[in-house]
C-alpha cells in the first residue's frame, strides 16, 4: 500500500491556461475526493467519485473545474481559463466505504497551484 | 448542518507541557469525528477517529481526544508535547449522507525547546 499520490506537486501557470492534475488512489479504494484549501483555512469539499460514478459536487466547483474518474481508478481535476483565485492546494483523498459504515479518508500530499 | 470551529488559530507550549487543542461541533445527526495533522507542504495524516464507540479516542503519537455530546466537543490533547508535535491540527466532522469531511479552520500548534 502506497498510500494516495498526486501529481505535480507543484504547478505554477499564467491566468487564463488550462491546469489539470491527477490523483492515484490507495488500491481497492472505491471512494475518491477532491478538497481545495487555502491559506490559513482548513480544506473545503469540492466532489467526489463512487467507483465512476461522481456524485456530488459543491458549489465551490464552478464550470470551469471538471473531475472524472474513468475506470474508478486515478481521477483528474482540470481547471480551465485559470484565475488569481484559483491559488490553492488541492488535496485527493480516497477510502473504502462498506455500506451504512463511515469510511476513513486518506489525503494525499496535495498539488499546490500558483496563478499568477 | 454540519460545522466547527476550533477555538484558537495559533497555540504555543513548552515541550514536555500538555498539550491541548480545542473543538466545537455542531450536527444535526450523531457525528462521526476526525483530527488529522498536517506538517508543512504535506497533505493531512490521520491522528484518531470518534465513531460512536467508547468517547476517549487514542490516537497515534500518544494524542487522544475525548467526545463530549453535552459539551458538543472533541478537544485533542497530549500530556506532554515533543518537538516533531509542531504542525497545524484540524477537526472534522463527517456527514455520510453527503460523504463529505466538515473541517475547521486549523490550529498551529508551536512547540518551543
Known amino acids: 500500500d502506497t498510500g494516495v499520490s498526486q501529481n505535480p506537486r507543484h504547478k505554477i501557470t499564467k491566468r487564463g491556461q488550462n491546469v489539470t492534475f491527477r490523483c492515484d488512489p490507495i488500491?481497492?479504494?472505491?471512494?475518491l475526493y477532491w478538497y481545495r484549501q487555502t491559506l490559513g483555512q482548513g480544506p473545503e469539499f469540492l466532489t467526489y467519485f463512487q467507483n465512476e460514478a461522481q456524485l456530488e459536487k459543491s458549489r465551490l466547483l464552478s464550470d470551469r473545474f471538471s473531475a472524472e474518474r474513468p475506470k474508478g481508478s486515478f481521477s483528474t481535476l482540470e481547471i480551465q481559463r485559470t484565475e488569481q483565485g484559483d491559488s490553492a492546494m488541492y488535496l485527493c483523498a480516497s477510502s473504502f466505504q462498506l455500506a451504512e459504515a463511515t469510511d476513513t479518508q486518506y489525503f494525499g500530499p496535495g498539488t499546490r497551484l500558483t496563478v499568477l | 448542518a454540519q460545522s466547527v470551529t476550533q477555538l484558537g488559530s495559533h497555540v504555543s507550549v513548552s515541550e514536555g507541557a500538555l498539550v491541548l487543542l480545542r473543538c466545537n461541533y455542531s450536527s444535526s445527526v450523531p457525528p462521526y469525528l476526525f483530527w488529522y495533522v498536517q506538517y508543512p507542504n504535506q497533505g493531512l495524516q490521520l491522528l484518531l477517529k470518534y465513531t460512536s464507540a467508547a468517547t476517549l479516542v487514542k490516537g497515534i503519537n500518544g494524542f487522544e481526544a475525548e467526545f463530549k455530546k453535552s459539551e458538543t466537543s472533541f478537544h485533542l490533547t497530549k500530556p506532554s508535547a515533543h518537538m516533531s508535535d509542531a504542525a497545524e491540527y484540524f477537526c472534522?466532522?463527517?456527514?455520510?449522507?453527503?460523504?463529505?469531511?466538515?473541517f475547521g479552520r486549523g490550529t498551529q500548534l508551536t512547540v518551543w525547546p
Open positions: 472534522a466532522v463527517y456527514r455520510s449522507t453527503l460523504g463529505r469531511l466538515y
Open positions: 488500491s481497492e479504494h472505491n471512494r
